[in-house]
């Protein structure tokens, strides 16, 4: 315990220099910038930046993409209560009771829950990344090869289980991602494979286009088709101040919320959004009048936001300690990472003590500093309410052609760049998820590393995968969620939970 | 606004847009050796992958072929092929004619992308954007790149 508090003060230091504190600011102000915006999320906007930091040391880039992913959570309580748009898919809920607060004049009540909940949620959630990191990379150092397969395997499953959309398709996006990952050379004789003759891809496919092809291209294309809003009507704000009966009655909702998030954070797959949804139908049960709900009640917005704010956090936790990403922003994480030539594991926190901490500290920085940016400054935030997306889209494209050049000063990234877009766009129309592609290209080499090592270990012997008794609960924990999704039951409860989500 | 309306549903689309892939996929790995359990060889894990995502493919398209399944939305030509140019255009001339006429270029070919755009603002902001990424690019991040022909 006394160990922790002195590593989390070292990690203060590490935090508080003088250009940790510039990155942790400017990913605040990106985060709540790009939360706001309705069209640009926080994937596509880290996938965009992850060039820009390759220049910056690891921890300052760590600190800064992690800012614009919590920042992004704030920032979307913003547009979907003053405009009823959410900013960000985490924020769908917020937006019921959020906007009807806002047309009753409530709104500066609404966003002052919004911020003050979503910074309690988010400090709790720092603590417990801090509790909670250490002691689970002690256990994950036990781990051997098969264990790690194993582990893949159940990371790349949740990610099935909690894709929108059908399972076979969510299934299939992992496997394209595995073999996307299977380009380059082969681990153990560093010969050339799958590269179609073209020596640019003799390292592997560039991350970087990957990444922006699917997400940042593809989303421009889909987002010009359909009609821009027009000038939106933004609700007035009056005082920012809560009456103490609201934040009386908020006390208990943000810390359901925030419970919740902490929970479905950890959880792989899960993430913000779930947790939001959650939190809101959790509010609506223990109500004693839920009818109440829909019609401006702020437990509607404290505890949504409080969770979705908690799952930002505790998401990095699976990252931190197992090096397993449990969502498109982590994996993306796990691309920031690997530029700098860090590989996320267990032992992470033991040797890269300045990054783990720094990390850590930083996000109660970030946290405080978002308050601040979210409640004060609100005004300059609802101005950027209105900026039309014909002006974003060519910052996009232009930003993400020279930003992939800048990885590899080569043209070929930018074609690579231009074929994901497509294929992103093509998936989109086909109505298959992107997400878990991205997951199954990053675990792919690690995966296929640890199967061949357990495999060389075994002579041969598959199994060497349910002798072990981790990997044995691990791949038991995998087939179950797999098996449950097939359910009936689970499948009608998944629908509804991603028909809601797409209001 | 032209679009391509694909009819049926998005089940034998995917499911042949993977099967593509996955064979694809097969030959590539098919030159490299396969080793066995005890000793992969390169194409071992590939092989084994494209040949289960064939199998899937498989079984969408007849999913696809068999239920009633969700249409395809229709592609709008406009803003796919603005963005697809813009981004060659770009390669094309980052090269051969410095930052400053690339980008240019890819902001006048995007500006067809969408009806909503204004000649004025895309003139304005092509300007912006040069400048910011010669100073994000080139001066504070080094890229080795002229910023004319």
């Known amino acids: 315990m006394i160990e922790t508090f002195a590593l989390l003060g070292h990690g203060f230091l590490v935090a508080a220099t003088p250009q940790n504190l510039l990155f942790c600011l400017v990913g605040a102000l990106c985060g709540t910038l790009i ?67 806002a047309r009753q004049g409530r709104a500066g009540e609404a966003l002052a829950i919004a911020a003050l909940g ?124 809560p009456s103490i009966a609201t934040l009386l009655s908020a006390k208990f909702a943000v810390m359901r919320g925030t419970i919740l998030g902490i929970i479905f954070g950890i959880l792989p797959g899960a993430g913000a959004t779930v947790a939001s949804f959650s939190a809101y139908a959790l509010e609506k049960k223990v109500s004693k009048d839920p009818s109440r709900f829909g019609k401006g009640a702020i437990e509607g917005v404290a505890s949504p936001e409080a969770a979705n704010n908690a799952a930002a956090q505790t998401t ?14 982590m994996a993306l994480m796990v691309g920031a990472l690997t530029l700098h030539g860090i590989t996320p594991g267990p032992l992470i926190i033991e040797k890269q003590p300045d990054l783990f901490w720094g990390l850590v500290a930083s996000m109660f920085i970030g946290n405080l500093m978002l308050v601040v940016i979210n409640l004060p400054m609100i005004g300059i935030w609802v101005r950027f309410l209105n900026i039309p997306y014909r002006m974003l889209f060519l910052i996009i494209i232009v930003v993400s052609a020279i930003g992939v050049y800048s990885v590899n000063n080569s043209t070929f990234d930018v074609y690579l760049t231009l074929v994901f877009g497509v294929l992103g766009y ?23 590393e640890n199967m061949r090592r357990s495999l060389i270990i075994s002579q041969g012997d598959y199994s060497i995968f349910i002798q072990r008794p981790i990997s044995l609960v691990l791949l038991l924990v995998a087939l179950a969620l797999l098996a449950s999704v097939s359910l ?16 | 606004m032209r679009r391509l309306v694909l009819r049926g549903n998005v089940d034998v689309y995917s499911g042949l847009l993977l099967l593509a892939i996955s064979t694809l996929a097969l030959w590539l790995a098919s030159s490299l050796s396969l080793g066995d359990a005890t000793e992969m060889g390169p194409g071992y894990f590939p092989t084994v992958i494209s040949v289960v995502l064939g199998m899937i493919s498989v079984a969408i398209i007849v999913r696809g072929l068999i239920t009633p399944g969700q249409e395809v939305a229709p592609i709008e030509i406009r803003p796919l092929a603005a963005v697809i140019f813009s ?4 390669a094309l001339l980052l090269p051969r004619a410095g930052l400053v006429i690339a980008i240019g270029a890819q902001v006048a070919v995007a500006h067809f992308g969408s009806p909503e755009t204004k000649v004025q603002e895309s003139v304005l902001f092509a300007i912006g954007l040069a400048i910011f990424s010669a100073v994000l690019f080139i001066y504070v991040l080094g890229i080795p790149l002229s910023l004319f022909p």
């Open chain 1, 316 to 329: 990095f936790i699976p990252l931190l300690t197992l090096g397993i990403p449990t969502s498109a922003v």
């Open chain 1, 118 to 241: 979503s910074f309690f949620a988010g400090c709790v959630g720092t603590i417990v990344i801090a509790a909670a990191g250490p002691p689970l990379a002690t256990l994950a150092q036990e781990f051997q090869s098969p264990d790690y397969f194993a582990l893949m395997v159940l990371g790349l499953v949740s990610a099935v289980v909690l894709a929108n959309g059908s399972i076979l398709r969510a299934i299939s996006m992992i496997l394209l991602g595995l073999l996307l990952g299977s380009v380059g050379s082969d681990i153990s004789s560093g010969l050339p494979r799958m590269t179609m003759g073209m020596y640019e891809l003799s390292d592997g496919v560039n991350f970087v286009a990957i990444a922006m092809g699917l997400f940042g291209v593809a989303e421009v294309v889909s987002n010009l088709e359909s009609k821009s809003t027009k000038a939106v009507e933004v609700a007035k704000i009056n005082s920012l101040l």
């Open chain 2, 87 to 90: 981004f060659v255009v770009f």
């Open chain 1, 426 to 448: 093509l998936l989109r129309k086909l109505d298959a998820e992107p997400a878990p592609l991205l997951m199954g290209f990053v675990l792919g080499p690690a995966m296929e």
């Open chain 1, 488 to 503: 009936p039951f689970v499948k009608r409860r998944r629908k509804e939970v991603f028909v809601e989500s797409e209001i």
């Open chain 1, 35 to 101: 939360g706001v915006l309705p069209g640009l999320g926080p994937v596509a906007t880290i996938s965009l930046l992850l060039p820009a930091t390759y220049a910056l040391d690891p921890v300052s880039a760590i600190i800064m993409l992690s800012g614009i992913y919590y920042g992004a959570q704030y920032g979307g309580s913003t547009t979907a209560i003053l405009i009823n748009i959410p900013g960000e898919a985490a924020s769908v809920v917020t937006a019921i009771d959020g906007h009807m607060m």
